[in-house]
């Protein structure tokens, strides 16, 4: 399920954004890739500022159409493979695109990637979250564990 847009002026013409606000129904990293792709589609890949705030704009819609949306942040097609934890130095360099795209385009929270354990990268939707280092937990990324269900 989720509230498919079109557009013409961007390379991924049409997006589909998926919140479940029951916990139950939100998924892992590899969950929500699988289930992108079996719709045709790839998780989501972020090649511009442009397209960054156009999703944002997405989300605030979607928000404001009073679909009571409360935090949950959304999983995005940017993850890291590799053996074992990362060390802090080289990390952020090792994320790729799931869809193959080799856009060098990151909006990061502040702090952020941590590496370690964390692979797999989420776009915050934290409205109600007091702001942290880097303001508002709203729209930029975080890298978090690919088991975990947004």
Not at 72 to 100: E, H, K, N
Not at 107 to 126: F, L
Request: net charge negative; with cysteine; hydrophobic share 30%.
């Amino acid at each position: 399920s989720g509230q498919k847009v079109c557009y013409g002026a961007f390379k991924h013409s049409c997006y589909k954004l998926a919140y479940f606000q029951d916990l139950s129904r939100r998924v892992g990293f590899q969950e929500a890739r699988q289930a992108c792709e079996m719709d045709g589609g790839a998780l989501l890949s972020l090649e511009t500022e442009a397209e960054q705030q156009l999703i944002e704009n997405m989300l605030q819609n979607l928000t404001k159409s009073g679909s009571g949306i409360s935090d949950g942040d959304f999983w995005i097609g940017l993850w890291r493979s590799g053996d074992g934890l990362a060390t802090s130095s080289v990390c952020p360099d090792l994320y790729q695109w799931a869809d193959g795209s080799i856009s060098p385009f990151r909006n990061w929270y502040t702090d952020e990637p941590s590496c370690g354990s964390e692979a797999c990268v989420v776009m915050y939707h934290q409205p109600t979250a007091n702001p942290g280092l880097g303001g508002p937990y709203l729209y930029q990324w975080n890298d978090d564990r690919c088991n975990m269900k947004h």
